[in-house]
């Protein structure tokens, strides 16, 4: 459905020349597609391309065949499109059911019996029927995120782009979004970029990992982490030092017996009681990074 | 522009931003009261409406599209720029003709006589002129610099320089370009050839706008 081929983007920053994305090549098909990767990666750049709203530099992106180097080809990727924007603005002094209704009208429903039936269905799909009367500017973050989702689905989009959706969100909130999108994705496709590894584990079958304005990896999840096997350990100590020694680590839990670290990198033969263990989603991200020589010592 | 979009472009609108006409309306209005001198109620009223109206219009212009909260959702629509451009100016139109309309009716309640300037339209085109040129130069210098405040900085200044030098102006190639001439120098001989350059420059005006809009990312 998607296809991205040799897809650069450069632009200007503070007189510097940035490359946000560099020959990227990816072909998305149906369903919920994961894009993940440390920010800076290129991954909103990408989306934004994606939309409709952002150019390429060179390389050319096909949705259902539109072109979108041309002005045509926008709009009919527009007219199939429900997207999410990272940083999601609205007016605060509409209600839910307002907002989204105007965006309705933007998106072309014209109909106004279609498009209260339209409107209502997806504020109860998110959840917010019963407040959909109350201004936006009362709402929580993750009520804010809901109206942002329902007024992406108002058209029915065969494509669904969501930039960073559960930033900002309480765990439950996060986890009923995630189960949203995936259902959502049961007819459709869904473009899920986040850089939370847990969401991607959550719901994606095949995802994409940008470092660089490049494809790191591209596989489904369980392959990302069986690349990590063999390369995952448990190591306790009571000393304060961090391990070291090429490792990066991926966690710390403080025990009775001292701090257990999780470690992920080439070798621990350095730490003799470091124990083996089977390597998670997020252990296999790490390893990807700091196998293409990318800074991963968040700790 | 269909009738529930009209109704949200009214809707989302920033009350905030209409604090400024409402003020200059309500003091040249709190002048023209105390001014009962005839003259000076024409100075009054001719000042507000060629040269007040202008400049608030230019200023909320430069303001008009960045200043969306909600652009870049509105840019992942396939709305046209156009749409976007007719919406949000033609209600900043709308709150000046408003102004322009209370005003006038204000005036001549009081006894202000506006004749000197010209028959009925002539007094309407002495602000619906510089009004659009103002918004228009407003418009596209905010999006030439993705800054709403270089917009206001631009209008204000070209309206500062106008003023002071409206006279030596009026006496070389300027007088076409001079905004205030159908306020300030209503008989003046090339009156008509000045509000048909600063028409012909407000169409060009919005062309760029309206091209410069089409490339959202600069926007976002």
């Known amino acids: 459905m998607i296809s991205i081929k040799s897809l650069s983007k450069t632009y200007k920053s503070n007189g510097h020349v940035v490359n946000a994305l560099n020959h990227l090549d990816l072909e998305i098909g149906g369903g919920m597609f994961g894009l993940l990767g440390p920010n800076g990666a290129g991954k909103t750049t990408l989306m934004r391309i994606l939309a409709g709203i952002v150019n390429a530099s060179n390389g050319s992106v096909k949705i259902n065949g539109n072109d979108l180097a041309t002005d045509n080809g926008k709009t009919a990727v527009k007219s199939i499109l429900g997207y999410l924007p990272q940083e999601l603005g609205m007016y605060p002094e509409l209600s839910a059911r307002q907002f989204v209704d105007y965006m309705a009208i933007l998106k072309g429903l014209d109909d106004p019996s279609h498009r209260k039936l339209q409107v209502d269905k997806v504020l109860e799909m998110v959840g917010l029927l019963a407040e959909a009367d109350r201004k936006i500017k009362g709402f929580s973050g993750g009520m804010k995120r809901r109206v942002g989702i329902a007024q992406a689905l108002v058209n029915n989009p065969k494509l669904l782009i969501v930039d960073e959706p559960t930033a900002g969100l309480d765990p439950e909130e996060r986890i009923r979004f995630r189960n949203l999108l995936v259902t959502l994705a049961s007819d459709r496709t869904v473009l899920l970029s986040t850089h939370i590894v847990e969401d991607i584990g959550q719901t994606c079958r095949d995802l994409a990992v940008l470092s660089h304005g490049q494809v790191l990896f591209r596989g489904s999840p369980s392959e990302l982490t069986q690349n990590a096997n063999g390369h995952v350990w448990l190591y306790t100590t009571d000393s304060m030092e961090k391990p070291n020694h090429n490792l990066t680590v991926v966690s710390m839990l403080h025990l009775t017996e001292g701090i257990q670290y999780r470690l992920v990198g080439e070798s621990a033969g350095d730490y003799p009681d470091a124990k083996q263990v089977q390597a998670g989603l997020e252990d296999g991200y790490v390893w990807l990074m700091k196998s293409a020589g990318q800074s991963v010592d968040a700790m | ?220």
């Open chain 2, 1 to 220: 522009m269909k009738q529930d979009s009209l109704k949200y472009t009214f809707k989302t609108y920033r009350l905030d931003h209409l604090y400024l006409p409402a003020a200059f309306l309500a003091l040249f209005m709190i002048i023209c009261m105390f001014r009962l001198e005839p003259d000076d109620l024409f100075d009054m009223s001719r000042a507000y409406l060629g040269a007040v109206i202008p400049l608030v219009g230019g200023i909320m212009a430069s303001y008009a599209i960045l200043d969306d909260p909600a652009l870049e959702l509105r840019f992942g629509t396939p709305a046209r720029a156009e749409h976007l451009l007719v919406e949000r100016l033609g209600l900043i139109f709308l709150i000046q003709v408003m102004c322009a309309t209370i005003f006038q009716v204000f005036v001549t309640t009081i006894g202000a006589d506006l004749s000197p300037l010209g028959s009925f339209w002539r007094i309407q085109l002495a602000w619906f002129i510089p009004t659009i040129s103002l918004m228009s130069l407003g418009c596209l210098g905010s999006l030439i610099s993705a800054q709403t405040m270089t917009g206001t900085f631009l209008t204000s200044l070209i309206w500062l320089i106008e003023l002071l030098a409206r006279g030596w102006l009026a006496c070389n190639s300027g007088k076409y370009f001079l905004v205030f001439m159908g306020a300030l120098m209503a008989d003046h001989p090339d009156l008509t050839a000045n509000q048909i350059t600063l028409t012909v420059l407000t169409f060009l005006f919005l062309i760029f706008s309206w091209l410069l809009l089409r490339k959202q990312e600069q926007y976002i």
